[in-house]
C-alpha cells in the first residue's frame, strides 16, 4: 500500500500546483463557467456536473489544496508506523475531495450534495 499514498500525496500537490498556475495565468478576479455535462437524466430529472470559478472559489480551492497537500505530508511522516495508516489516508482524500467539489458548485443541488459529503468524511 505504500505506493498508493505517496499517489495520494503527489495529487494533491499536483492539484495545489495546477490552481496556482491556473490563478497565476488568469488572475483572480477572472471568472470561469466550464460548460456543464450531463451527469444524469431520469425522465424530467436531468443532473449536470460543472466548474464555476469566481475569487471566492479560487480561494478556496487554494486553501483545500495547499492546506490538505501540507497536511497529508505531514501524516505521512508521523504515522509512518500507524497501522491504521491506509484507512487514515483514505478518509482525509475523500474529505479533500469533498471540499474540492464544495468549493465550486454551479447548481444547488450539487453544493448540496458535496456539503453532505464534506459531513460523512468528517464523522468517518
Given amino acids: 500500500?505504500?505506493?498508493?499514498?505517496?499517489?495520494?500525496?503527489?495529487?494533491?500537490?499536483?492539484?495545489?500546483?495546477?490552481?496556482?498556475?491556473?490563478?497565476?495565468?488568469?488572475?483572480?478576479?477572472?471568472?470561469?463557467?466550464?460548460?456543464?455535462?450531463?451527469?444524469?437524466?431520469?425522465?424530467?430529472?436531468?443532473?449536470?456536473?460543472?466548474?464555476?470559478?469566481?475569487p471566492l472559489s479560487w480561494l478556496m480551492l487554494l486553501i483545500v489544496t495547499g492546506v490538505g497537500g501540507l497536511i497529508q505530508v505531514y501524516s505521512y511522516g508521523y504515522m509512518r508506523d500507524d497501522p491504521g495508516m491506509g484507512r487514515y489516508f483514505a478518509g482525509i482524500s475523500f474529505f479533500t475531495f469533498a471540499m474540492l467539489g464544495l468549493s465550486s458548485p454551479t447548481t444547488s443541488w450539487r453544493c448540496s450534495f458535496f456539503w453532505e459529503l464534506v459531513g460523512l468524511s468528517s464523522y468517518c
Fill in 1 to 54: 500500500m505504500g505506493g498508493q499514498r505517496e499517489t495520494l500525496i503527489g495529487a494533491v500537490v499536483l492539484s495545489f500546483v495546477f490552481t496556482v498556475a491556473l490563478f497565476l495565468v488568469l488572475g483572480e478576479n477572472q471568472a470561469i463557467n466550464a460548460t456543464s455535462l450531463e451527469w444524469l437524466s431520469i425522465g424530467d430529472l436531468k443532473l449536470e456536473l460543472g466548474l464555476r470559478l469566481d
